[in-house]
């Protein structure tokens, strides 16, 4: 069955510095997602991506965070000055244009910035 | 998109049904009901959704009520594996606002 995955499934790293977190989302889907989760909190939605373009992003999607679909395959999220508050873990979800649009996650990167 | 309500937690004997509800009493008719569940921190999962007819897949049964103002997410014999957090979203599919919205769900245990 096909599935999102991601890369890493941990990643540390110092406040201030640049991280890329990677994706790969099903082969057929055209749909992309980035979702946090701070640890003990809920899921929230940060980004969706369609046609090379955000379609919608939320508050906490600010000028520190991009998305980037560099290849036919992959789908970033890159942080650009990471913050001690960006510690979260971080899925990808893609999603078919056919059906109603169910998203299916990956196992998601989990950011640690000290 | 409309606010969902549901138990903060449930607890399920193994190999018995887990009927999980969801209060939506404001969705309005081009709204959807998805279901997804998250196992200790993993990726959500996607259960199933319906819009107002009852729905089954291998997973479960979604029964929604003729008013569609509540749902019943129904695990139809639970194992220890379905022990997660029940997520219960209401979404509509218009324009180009496809994200869920994640509440804080229901905690179900499944115990042995």
């Known amino acids: 069955e096909p599935e999102v995955t991601q890369t890493p499934s941990h990643q540390v790293t110092q406040m201030g510095q640049e991280v890329i977190l990677r994706c790969v989302p099903i082969s057929n889907h055209l749909y992309f997602y980035w979702y946090r989760q701070i640890l003990g909190q809920k899921v929230e939605f940060l980004v969706s991506?369609?046609?090379?373009?955000?379609?919608?992003k939320s508050e906490i999607f600010d000028d520190q965070f991009s998305v980037e679909r560099p290849d036919g395959s992959n789908f970033t999220l890159k942080i650009r000055s990471t913050k001690l508050e960006d510690s979260a873990m971080y899925f990808c979800a893609s999603s078919d244009w056919t059906g109603d649009y169910e998203q299916y996650f990956g196992p998601g990167t989990r950011l640690t910035v000290t | 998109d409309a606010k969902t309500t549901q138990p903060p937690s449930m607890d399920c004997a193994e190999g018995r049904a887990a009927n999980l509800p969801c209060n939506h009493s404001t969705i309005s008719g081009n709204e959807y009901v998805y279901w997804y569940r998250q196992i200790h921190s993993q990726g959500p999962q996607y259960i199933i959704h319906?819009?107002?007819n009852n729905e089954t897949n291998e997973m479960a049964s979604l029964i929604i009520t003729e008013d569609r103002k509540s749902s019943t997410l129904i695990l139809p014999h639970a194992t220890l594996r379905d022990t997660a957090v029940y997520y219960c979203i209401v979404r509509s599919l218009g324009g180009s606002n496809y994200k869920l919205t994640f509440g804080k769900g229901t905690l179900l245990t499944v115990n042995p």
């Open positions: 991506f369609y046609n090379n373009e955000i379609s919608e």
């Open positions: 319906g819009l107002k």
